[in-house]
């Protein structure tokens, strides 16, 4: 093979090796220039500059932590309420029923407050007095457990008198009861007692069937009547149908005599506080 003949090879050998270098650095990752995301340059996208004072956050920030606690606090007393009526206040009450076969315990299904009406309740207690502890605020809700005894007309007075007591005998201790079978727009007796082992108030109500009915048929617009929302010609509309409902329940015999059991006051309950008047 002549000189010229090798140099030529060697060139194309070389050139190839070169060549074949190239192919594999390029196929690299390592040789990839990464796809980096442009710098924003639009002022909108930039995160904006926080106005507030170190004070100012601060407070934000202790206003949220305090929320999260009070509704963590609202969520356990409203399992505690659960537990309560679940394991104490139910079966006292069966007990109570059993005791005498002619009357009975009504709307045993409703006996507990909605949990979702029961933590409204409570949140706005504790926003309208910050100094309220949740177990106080849950303690002042006059019916977060509630119970109906219904009684024949003529045996209503003894027997809401007799229950009266079997509710004292078994350790509810009376805080109030409120005798409205002279008013318009409700009739019947109710009453509260508090659970002493955790604080918590009952509500009972004595009630004929035809009043209890009568309640029955009037929730909606008892509950229309207490919305803030609702136009005072509405609320008046509903007042007259409440009296119209209510108009046609007799008052049984001695119902009016109850009211001594409040020891000498009507018991007015007003913004989840008791007072006598």
Same mark, same amino acid.
């Given at each position: 093979?002549?000189?010229?003949? &090798?140099?030529?090879?060697?060139?194309? $050998?070389?050139?190839?090796? =070169? +060549?074949?270098?190239?192919? !594999?650095? @390029?196929?690299? /990752? !390592? *040789?990839?220039? /990464?796809?980096?995301?442009?710098?924003? #340059?639009? /002022?909108? !996208?930039?995160? %904006?500059?926080? +106005?507030? *004072?170190?004070?100012?956050?601060?407070?934000?920030?202790? %206003?949220?932590?305090?929320?999260e606690f009070r509704q963590e606090a609202v969520d356990r007393g409203c399992d505690h309420v659960c537990e309560i009526e679940r394991a104490v206040v139910t079966p006292a009450m069966l007990r109570i029923e059993a005791e005498d076969p002619d009357r009975r315990l009504a709307g045993l299904e409703n006996r507990l407050k909605g949990r979702e009406r029961l933590a409204e309740k409570v949140t706005k207690q504790l926003a309208a007095q910050p100094d309220l502890t949740p177990a106080e605020a849950f303690a002042g809700v006059k019916d977060a457990m509630r119970y109906t005894l219904q009684y024949a007309e003529d045996k209503y007075a003894a027997g809401a008198a007799a229950d009266c007591e079997r509710l004292k005998a078994t350790g509810f201790e009376f805080v109030g009861l409120r005798?409205?079978?002279?008013?318009?727009?409700?009739?019947? $007796?109710?009453?509260?007692?508090? =659970?002493?082992?955790?604080?918590?108030?009952?509500?009972?109500?004595?009630?004929?069937?035809?009043?209890?009915?009568?309640?029955?048929?009037?929730?909606?617009?008892?509950?229309?009547?207490? #919305?803030?929302?609702?136009? +005072?010609?509405?609320?008046? &509309?509903?007042? @007259? *149908?409440? !009296?119209?409902?209510?108009?046609?329940?007799?008052?049984?015999?001695? %119902?009016? +005599?109850? *009211?001594r059991l409040s020891q000498g006051g009507r018991v007015v309950y007003e913004d989840h506080v008791l007072r006598h008047s």
């Open positions: 093979m002549s000189e010229q003949l &090798r140099w030529v090879v060697a060139l194309g $050998i070389d050139r190839h090796i =070169e +060549d074949d270098t190239e192919t !594999r650095a @390029a196929d690299s /990752p !390592r *040789s990839v220039r /990464p796809d980096l995301p442009d710098t924003p #340059n639009d /002022p909108a !996208r930039l995160p %904006a500059a926080s +106005d507030q *004072s170190p004070a100012e956050r601060f407070a934000e920030y202790k %206003a949220k932590v305090e929320a005798n409205t079978w002279d008013r318009e727009e409700y009739k019947g $007796i109710n009453s509260w007692w508090r =659970e002493p082992v955790s604080g918590l108030l009952l509500e009972v109500q004595f009630h004929t069937q035809a009043s209890y009915e009568a309640k029955q048929l009037t929730h909606a617009a008892y509950e229309r009547i207490r #919305n803030p929302g609702t136009s +005072d010609d509405e609320v008046e &509309r509903l007042r @007259a *149908s409440q !009296r119209e409902v209510f108009g046609r329940v007799p008052a049984p015999p001695g %119902a009016a +005599d109850i *009211s």
